[in-house]
């Protein structure tokens, strides 16, 4: 059964760094989202992507965050200087198949990363 | 896990039991809901989804009965495993074109054998 890959499992980082959260998205799904769950709280979105281009972002996405998908197969989060409330477990999803009869809203969930700032 | 040692609402069960999961949706306006199964150290993982034209809708051992009056949520699960347990959430978007999901709280289900 496809599914949404997302590594690193966890990345430890220290206050101020940089950091790149990998995902694979399945294939043919065209809708990619980020979201993050803090410890003790409610998943929550940050952002939507589509098309190649942002479609809807939270104000939790300030300037520090930025998306891209390189290539045909990965999309990536980026942190640009990490704080300690980033600390938290960031999933990725993907919905949306190419196939209209299979197009629904169902976004499919990675496992996470783990993200630890220091 | 992620919602180890939280004040979620729990709900505890012998197995074999029928579990009833309930959920408080926000926005009068979302008209597609999903509920959603987390085991620890997992990502929210698909369960079943009912649109708002409807008000019931069944899967393999789950129901799920939705209320627009009251905005409220029901996640019903048929003779309770031991691999049932986990933490439910509902989450509610808008159906048309493919929006963020706004998740609720969630509830942890123990099932015990």
């Known amino acids: 059964e496809p599914e949404v890959t997302q590594t690193p499992s966890h990345q430890v980082t220290q206050m101020g760094q940089e950091v790149i959260l990998r995902c694979v998205p399945i294939?043919?799904?065209?809708?990619f989202y980020w979201y993050r769950q803090i410890l003790g709280q409610k998943v929550e979105f940050l952002v939507s992507?589509?098309?190649?281009?942002?479609?809807?972002k939270s104000e939790i996405f300030d300037d520090q965050f930025s998306v891209e998908r390189p290539d045909g197969s990965n999309f990536t989060l980026k942190i640009r200087s990490t704080k300690l409330e980033d600390s938290a477990m960031y999933f990725c999803?993907?919905?949306?198949?190419?196939?209209?009869?299979?197009?629904?809203?169902?976004?499919?969930f990675g496992a996470g990363t783990r993200l630890s700032v220091l | 896990g992620e919602n180890v040692g939280l004040h979620l609402p729990t709900l505890s069960v012998q197995e074999g039991d029928n579990s009833i999961i309930n959920c408080a949706y926000s926005?009068?306006?979302?008209?597609?809901f999903i509920w959603y199964k987390q085991e620890s150290g997992k990502g929210p993982q698909f369960i079943i989804d009912?649109?708002?034209?409807?008000d019931k809708r069944q899967g393999q051992r789950v129901t799920v009965l939705l209320n627009k009056t009251v905005k409220h949520l029901s996640l019903q699960i048929a003779a309770t495993q031991p691999g049932d347990s986990a933490v439910y959430f509902c989450?509610?978007?808008?159906?048309?074109?493919?929006?963020?999901?706004?998740f609720g709280t969630g509830t942890r289900l123990l099932v015990s054998p």
């Open positions: 009912i649109r708002s034209n409807m």
């Open positions: 294939s043919n799904h065209l809708y």
């Open positions: 999803a993907s919905s949306a198949h190419r196939d209209r009869l299979l197009a629904k809203n169902i976004q499919y």
């Open positions: 926005n009068s306006a979302s008209d597609y």
């Open positions: 992507f589509y098309n190649n281009e942002i479609s809807e």
């Open positions: 989450a509610e978007t808008l159906g048309t074109g493919f929006q963020k999901l706004v």
